[in-house]
């Protein structure tokens, strides 16, 4: 199956959804600074819509398993 | 600086620069801190770096931006949960995550305003989140565990799913797919059990 620009960006945002929400919270410093996480999620948002986009077209297979 | 990428408790060192921090009977796989923004490929080459550790050894994955200052540091906070750690490890073993969404492929059709009533619009409303509810209690048949993020009429769902019973649980998802025409499921994976890590934190 190829994989789709839309499939790219619905795992892009279950990727983030992981590693910025999920795994073991480990007490030490997190480099990942307020302003990234907003830039991160801006940039998720934009994706987002482009995926709505997409499905619109029908552009999304029904089953991405995208990794 | 180091950088924290998984917890094991399979002692085997990886792939240089990677580098297995003994923390008891835990093992922290450290690198090197990366340095500069955060962009979508430093996410995905971090995701590289946990799968293929997830490859030859059950993980815990740890939150991403995790850097200590040395494998003393990186020992110390590891081991001070040692027992909590190796709960969840255990949890997990075998398995990996599978990610799932499921929204309506039309979901300003039934607006109100656009056409019918008030009483059409509660009622398509109900139905949406009925059959929501069914895709999320027909797939956790096929999983371990599961973790539901958002509900109603969108599924953001995690689910835990034995290593050897991926494909089932995909061909699972596009039978669910057939079932549900009136609805998009998106599923990816496998990923390392980021939302399964810590016990009662779901993410």
């Known amino acids: 199956m190829t994989t789709t620009i839309a499939e790219q960006e619905v795992a892009l945002v279950d990727l983030v959804d992981r590693l910025l929400g999920g795994g073991v919270v480990i007490a030490g410093d997190i480099t990942l600074s307020v302003a990234d996480v907003d830039l991160v999620y801006v940039g998720l948002r934009a994706l987002v819509s482009s995926v709505a986009t997409a499905e619109e077209k029908n552009a999304l297979p029904a089953m991405g398993s995208a990794l | 600086?180091?950088?924290?990428?998984?917890?094991?408790?399979?002692?085997?060192?990886?792939?240089?620069?990677?580098?297995?921090?003994?923390?008891?009977?835990?093992?922290?796989?450290?690198?090197?801190?990366?340095?500069?923004?955060?962009?979508?490929?430093?996410?995905?080459?971090?995701?590289?770096?946990?799968?293929?550790?997830?490859?030859?050894?059950?993980?815990?994955?740890?939150?991403?931006?995790?850097?200590?200052?040395?494998?003393?540091?990186?020992?110390?906070?590891?081991?001070?949960?040692?027992?909590?750690?190796?709960?969840?490890?255990?949890?997990?073993?075998?398995?990996?995550?599978?990610?799932?969404?499921?929204?309506?492929?039309?979901p300003s059709r039934d607006a109100p305003g656009r056409w019918g009533t008030g009483r059409d619009y509660i009622a398509a409303k109900r139905r949406r989140t009925a059959e929501i509810r069914m895709v999320r209690e027909s797939l956790a048949t096929a999983a371990r565990d599961s973790v539901v993020q958002t509900e109603s009429e969108h599924l953001r769902a995690a689910y835990l799913v034995d290593r050897d019973a991926v494909d089932d649980f995909a061909r699972l998802v596009r039978r669910v797919q057939r079932a549900h025409p009136g609805l998009d499921v998106l599923c990816t994976g496998p990923w390392p059990p980021y939302s399964f890590a810590e016990a009662g934190e779901p993410a």
């Open chain 2, 1 to 106: 600086m180091i950088e924290l990428y998984a917890i094991s408790d399979d002692p085997a060192p990886p792939d240089p620069p990677l580098r297995a921090v003994p923390c008891g009977r835990l093992t922290a796989l450290c690198g090197p801190a990366s340095e500069g923004a955060v962009t979508a490929e430093t996410l995905w080459r971090h995701e590289e770096i946990v799968e293929g550790l997830m490859e030859t050894r059950n993980v815990l994955p740890v939150r991403f931006g995790t850097v200590l200052e040395d494998e003393r540091a990186a020992a110390r906070a590891v081991s001070g949960r040692d027992a909590q750690l190796t709960a969840s490890l255990d949890r997990v073993r075998g398995a990996v995550e599978l990610a799932v969404r499921a929204q309506p492929r039309e």
